[in-house]
């Protein structure tokens, strides 16, 4: 079990190299069921790991170009904050015990498996969907408004910081959509932002969970060798080929959370 564990790390990273997204959406399920993490540290663990990756990913797509600062930076800024925000004052606000639905007792680990499978459904539809529109360049009739763009930094930032997710699946789609952004810039983008949002993210964390760090950094140095390896795949195979495949599969660890956290309990 230990061995398939840090094979489902080095995953992590790979997928993040082939498709520059969903990673992250293994990271905590990794934590939780392969390496008896409790959810909420395993959330935190995610922050660490999927944004020194993604910084590595982010260092690759800008040596090549496709990385673009300014826009990051600025389209950053809501969720960064939202991020740091969630993990300082929110996360250790979140009472153990929340609530019951007859003797069902929600806690908040159970809470927060539940809410990371809905996260895992939506990222598992957004892969299998047919999006071959957004492989083109594609340049908004009219450019998003500041509110537009502070509103999607918000949300992904509430959810990045709630759930240790990068949400790569959300970002991609807009910096194509309303940003305008070609393909490869919004993934080498999107890569910058989730290494800001998850990392600065992971600092608010700190004085709040007893960081096992030789643990860490050996999960997240085998998830970067495993994006160095996914970048060199992905010049032999096309990324958005395994998209799909990749996206099934989270759908069906999706299902696996919810069936295990509300009915074999």
């Known amino acids: 079990m230990e061995i398939f564990a840090y094979l489902a790390s ?5 997928s993040l190299g082939l498709i520059g997204g969903g990673g992250s959406i293994l990271t905590v399920p990794v934590m939780v069921y392969l390496f ?18 993604s910084l590595v990913g982010a260092f690759q797509n800008f040596s090549n170009g496709f990385v673009k600062v300014k826009t990051a930076l600025m389209f ?16 250790p606000s979140i009472p153990k015990h929340l609530f019951y639905i007859g003797s069902f007792e929600v806690t908040e680990n159970i809470m927060t498996m539940v809410l990371f499978a809905i996260l895992m459904l939506a990222a598992a539809v957004a892969m299998i ?28 930032g509430i959810a990045t910081g709630l759930l240790g997710a990068g949400g790569g699946f959300l970002l991609i789609p807009t910096l194509v959509l309303l940003v305008g952004l070609p393909m ?4 080498g983008t999107s890569l910058l932002i989730i290494a800001l949002n998850s990392l600065i993210g992971f600092t608010g964390d700190l004085g709040h969970f007893a ?19 996914g970048g060199q795949i992905n010049k032999k195979i096309p990324g958005a080929r395994l998209k799909k495949g990749f996206g099934w599969f989270v759908l069906l660890m999706a299902l696996y959370i919810l069936t295990k956290e509300l009915f074999l309990k």
Not at 76 to 86: E, Y
């Open 36 to 53: 008896g993490v409790s959810p909420l540290l395993a959330t935190s663990y995610s922050l660490f790991i999927v944004g020194s990756t």
């Open 184 to 187: 490869k810039e919004a993934v």
């Open 76 to 91: 950053g800024a809501a969720s960064i904050s939202t991020v740091f925000l969630t993990r300082k004052f929110l996360i």
């Open 10 to 14: 080095a995953l992590i990273g790979v």
């Open 211 to 229: 960081i096992n760090w030789f643990f860490l950094l050996k999960i997240t140095g085998i998830a970067i060798a495993g994006i160095i390896i």
């Open 129 to 156: 969907r047919d999006n071959d529109s957004l492989g083109k360049e594609h340049v908004p009739a009219k450019p998003a408004g500041l509110f537009t763009l502070l509103f999607y930094g918000v949300a992904i």
